[in-house]
């Protein structure tokens, strides 16, 4: 029985190559067993061990569907043999190594390698795991590093929750959704006033390489510090960074930051570094966006920031152009605008009656050389909710953080903002851009107004106001910082009002000083009046005189001029009579000669014309008369032979007939001799 039972395997595996067959044997095989072999006390013990160890199982089959690599190179692998794998389902090669099918076509599969492609070699089987890209989720993973699958990186052990979430689900729909109404506080002086952010909305931080955009991310999670401490849990914000296509040293500068501030507590960082391999790159936004959302479905709120989203495009380009996609523009493919789009619309405020969690979204865009036009920046500005836009120029002037408050905005607005920070920052985005305005002219020139320089004095502090320091706790109580902000506005109102009331002491001596000045003025234009008005007199006098004298010299002068130009004029016109008469003569005679010309070269070419006519006609009568000869000379001899040969044929056919009729005769008469003869 154990023998048929291994042909059974045998045959089984030999008719399914495709599969990993592991078949247990049931307590009733083991039954006949016992019945044939002996009863000796060695086999009962032999069958009661088996017995005991495969009791209570039943018949089962492990059943898996495994391909073989076709090829592999620079992190791509095409398989054969998953024809009922499904897309972005992960699958699991000899060697240990997982990989996600992104490329499902009709005779192979194209599969991203999750790491080191130099372990694979073509012919190696590779197993369906039947379960789509997922990550572990929880609150066990706060304070944790891990890499784009979820596996800590940290050194702080394994990870023991057992909850995962896809990473591609897809964004809540309207219905559950509410509109943005509750501030999420950064501790940024700049972005809470000018550019508020709301929990559930996604802002955008777009700037140049090295103006401070990593910096105002993790500044925002360490101001978060205060309010997870408080212990309430409706105002606790945990916080997830990913770090996508970064230096690893930069990733453990931003963990011992971190630490040192104790906002690690309540962050989760997950790793794509430079050295990972691209799919690893693509992979990580969506899963620090399934751990977010985690907590939104949770009625919790999140906080992701994404360093940065450009670094992941280039990573999608890399692996869609060695999957033979077709490459758009700047060789990216089609469905870039849906990567990113479909990551963003995840970030949500949810309605109460899905607990009222939120998910606010922080992407970072690196632009080259501030160009915001460019296809990626483009993209994910048309997505987002608005955004903060650093300056390269106002980061080298000293202002840090370097935001350009022109360009930057929030198109959630005052709803995402506490009343105290409305009536504060009420007029301070006007009074920067009236600021900007008039800097830009007053550095052209010096005499300006007193309501300018007030202008530009209070632009100047508002500036210096919003200039902070890195890393530091800058987040306050809003009681307190509506009392400092009174302060402020108080000592505002003092300021103006001393430089109102020197403002009119200094009118007062003006307008005293300005009369002394009028006095003196009126009695020396008075006297300067008449002095002016004797010479005036005098000065007539001379004109008038020398205006005769000049009037009697112009009168001679134009009447010699006028003489001289009508005598040079009749010459001229004698001239040009003259030359006219000559020209007329030269024209008519060379118009002659031409006429002659014309008219005995037209009768020389009527000559030749009808010489040649002549000959022509000529040539052609004797042609026609030679052509008419040989015509009938040949139609003549033609029925000369045409009747010699009928006479021919004529005598032939005589001289024929002739002799049948001779032979007629002779046999008839040798018949009747014959017929005569026999008679």
């Known amino acids: 029985m154990a023998l048929l039972s291994l042909r059974l395997t045998s045959s089984l595996i030999r008719h399914l190559p495709n599969t990993t067959v592991q078949i247990i044997w049931p307590a009733t095989a083991l039954a006949s067993c016992k019945y044939h072999v002996s009863c000796s006390r060695r086999s009962a013990e032999i069958s009661s061990i088996l017995e005991e160890r495969i009791l209570g199982s039943a018949p089962k089959a492990n059943l898996e569907e495994t391909g073989r690599v076709l090829s592999i190179g620079d992190g791509i692998a095409r398989v054969y043999g998953l024809k009922n794998i499904q897309a972005d389902e992960m699958v699991e090669f000899s060697s240990g190594l997982k990989g996600m099918a992104l490329n499902l076509e009709p005779d192979n599969v194209g599969v991203v390698v999750f790491g080191n492609d130099r372990h694979i070699k073509e012919g190696d089987i590779v197993k369906r795991t039947g379960a789509i890209v997922d990550v572990p989720v929880g609150e066990e993973l706060l304070g944790r590093v891990v890499d784009a699958l979820g596996n800590p990186i940290d050194g702080k052990g394994p990870l023991n929750n057992k909850l995962r979430f896809r990473i591609g689900t897809k964004a809540p729909g309207i219905i559950p959704r509410v509109s943005v109404r509750e501030p999420m506080q950064t501790g940024i002086k700049a972005v809470d006033s000018l550019v508020p952010i709301g929990r559930g909305q996604r802002e955008l931080i777009i700037g140049d390489r090295q103006t401070g955009k990593t910096a105002l991310a993790i500044d925002t999670i360490i101001n978060q510090k205060r309010f997870n401490d408080a212990g309430e849990e409706k105002k606790k914000l945990y916080c997830i960074y990913v770090a996508i296509g970064q230096k690893r040293s930069t990733v453990a500068q931003i963990v011992k930051r971190l630490t040192d501030s104790g906002a690690i507590n309540y962050t989760i960082i997950v790793s794509a570094t430079a050295s990972d391999a691209a799919p690893l790159q693509y992979l ?23 360093d940065d989203l450009s670094k992941q495009a280039v990573a999608y380009r890399q692996m869609s152009l060695l999957l033979r996609r077709p490459p758009g523009r700047e060789a990216y493919p089609g469905d870039v605008f849906y990567l990113h789009s479909r990551l963003l619309e995840r970030a949500a405020k949810m309605n109460e009656n899905l607990g009222g969690g939120s998910l606010t979204a922080l992407p970072v865009i690196e632009t080259q050389a501030g160009d915001v036009s460019a296809y990626i920046p483009t993209n994910v500005i048309s997505i987002t909710d608005g955004q903060i836009f650093l300056e390269t120029e106002l980061f080298y002037k000293g202002i840090r953080p370097a935001i350009n408050v022109g360009l930057s905005v929030s198109r959630v607005g005052s709803a995402a903002q506490t009343k105290a920070m409305k009536q504060v920052a009420g007029s301070m985005k006007l009074e920067l851009a009236q600021y900007r305005e008039v800097a830009a ?99 007539d006098k001379c004109d008038s005189s020398n205006q005769l004298r000049q009037d009697k010299c112009d009168s001679s002068n134009q009447l010699r001029q006028d003489k001289c130009d009508s005598s040079n004029q009749l010459r001229q016109d004698k001239c040009d009579s003259s030359n006219q008469l000559r020209q007329d003569k030269c024209d008519s005679s060379n118009q002659l000669r031409q006429d002659k010309c014309d008219s005995s070269n037209q009768l020389r070419q009527d000559k030749c014309d009808s010489s040649n006519q002549l000959r022509q006609d000529k040539c052609d009568s004797s042609n026609q008369l030679r052509q008419d000869k040989c015509d009938s000379s040949n139609q003549l001899r033609q029925d000369k032979c045409d009747s010699s040969n009928q006479l021919r044929q004529d005598k032939c056919d005589s001289s024929n007939q002739l002799r049948q009729d001779k032979c007629d005769s002779s046999n008839q008469l040798r018949q009747d001799k014959c017929d005569s003869s026999n008679q």
């Not at 399934?290 to 994404?306: C, P, Q, S, V």
């Not at 320089?453 to 919003?466: A, C, F, I, K």
């Not at 001596?509 to 006095?519: A, E, F, G, I, V």
């Open 284 to 306: 990580a936004p969506y899963s620090g966006c399934a751990m977010g959302e985690f907590f939104r479905d949770n009625g919790k709120h999140a906080l992701i920031i994404y």
């Open 441 to 539: 002219f007053a550095q052209f020139g010096s005499d300006l107004d007193a309501a300018t320089q007030q202008l530009l004095n209070r632009g100047v502090r508002l500036t210096e106001l919003l200039k902070q320091g890195q890393y530091g706790k800058r987040l306050r109580d809003s009681s307190n910082q509506l009392r400092q902000d009174k302060c402020d506005s108080s000592n505002q109102l003092r300021q103006d009002k001393c430089d109102s009331s020197n403002q009119l002491r200094q009118d007062k001596c003006d307008s005293s000083n300005q009369l002394r000045q009028d006095k003196c003025d009126s009695s020396n234009q008075l006297r300067q009046d008449k002095c002016d008005s004797s010479n005036q007199l005098r000065q």
